[in-house]
Nanobody, 123 residues
Framework: QVQLVESGGGLVQAGGSLRLSCQTS????????MGWFRQAPGKDREFVAA????????DIARSVGGRFDAFRDNARNTALLEMNRLQVEDTAVYYC????????????????WGQGTQVTVSA
């Protein structure tokens, strides 16, 4: 059974930091690129970051560039999203997802999805 479980969300003040984790099981983690998306109320799901299977390359959305970064630990089947200098506009539910191909900003390229974790940034 495939599982992706996000954790690490919560309430943080603007300017603060959070690290999201995505613990996975049930599929060959090291063969999948991992992506992070977010969805704010009333908005479409938005690409945030992605990392290749090896972890050697990342793709970071312009809206969070210089503040967010993606990592992975293939030994622990875990993907991570480091979020710094958080802004109120970063408030959303954050999802991790797994893609059998390379990194992509398109949600359609991702096969497996987690249930999401809420990140709320207060002013």
């Amino acid at each position: 059974q495939v599982q992706l479980v996000e954790s690490g969300g919560g309430l943080v003040q603007a300017g603060g930091s959070l690290r999201l984790s995505c613990q996975t099981s049930g599929f060959s983690f090291s063969n999948y690129a991992m992506g992070w998306f977010r969805q704010a109320p009333g908005k479409d799901r938005e690409f945030v970051a992605a990392i290749t299977q090896t972890g050697f390359r990342t793709d970071i959305a312009r809206s969070v560039g210089g503040r967010f970064d993606a990592f992975r630990d293939n030994a622990r089947n875990t993907a991570l999203l480091e979020m710094n200098r958080l802004q109120v506009e970063d408030t959303a539910v954050y999802y991790c997802a797994a893609a059998p191909g390379g990194v992509s900003q398109s949600p359609e390229m991702y096969t497996y999805w987690g249930q999401g974790t809420q990140v709320t940034v207060s002013a």
